[in-house]
């Protein structure tokens, strides 16, 4: 073998060693830039896949927020118009009994803690609500329930 056949056999190997190895000093790897470029062709399909999940995710995520507002309003309301009923009642002086006036005391714990959960104000029935308590009072000092 000669030198010149030695020099090549050398640089070959040389030069197929450093498709597969990366030297510290010099940052180039032909094979993982031919791979990184594969890779993000392959790949590119599924980050627009990805932009568009994380959008509709996005969307479904403000509509269940808008969901459960309304839900809690809805909520507020009914309990309101029980209230109400309750109240238009004690004005006809029809008699309830304890566990009545109970539900519409946890009715209203309810409808408060749903006011501060939406940041509203609460004051829709502060005068009704007070006329409720004030029979309520009453009954319990004359024991007087239905």
């Given at each position: 073998m000669s030198i010149g056949e030695i020099i090549a056999s050398l640089s070959a190997g040389i030069g197929l060693l450093s498709i597969f190895v990366e030297f510290s000093k010099i940052k180039v790897n032909p094979l993982s830039a031919v791979t990184k470029w594969i890779g993000n062709r392959i790949m590119e399909g599924v980050r627009e896949d990805l932009k568009e999940v994380k959008k509709e995710q996005e969307r479904i995520l403000k509509e269940q927020e808008t969901l459960a507002r309304q839900r809690a309003i809805d909520a507020a309301d009914a309990i309101k118009a029980e209230i109400f009923r309750f109240y238009n009642e004690c004005q006809k002086r029809e008699r309830h009994s304890e566990g009545e006036f109970n539900h519409i005391i946890q009715q209203n714990k309810k409808y408060e803690k749903?006011?501060?959960?939406?940041?509203e104000p609460n004051g829709v029935y502060e005068m009704e609500y007070k006329?409720?308590?004030?029979?309520?009072?009453?009954?319990?000092?004359e024991n007087d329930f239905l």
């Open positions: 749903l006011m501060e959960e939406l940041k006329y409720i308590m004030g029979i309520y009072e009453k009954c319990q000092e």
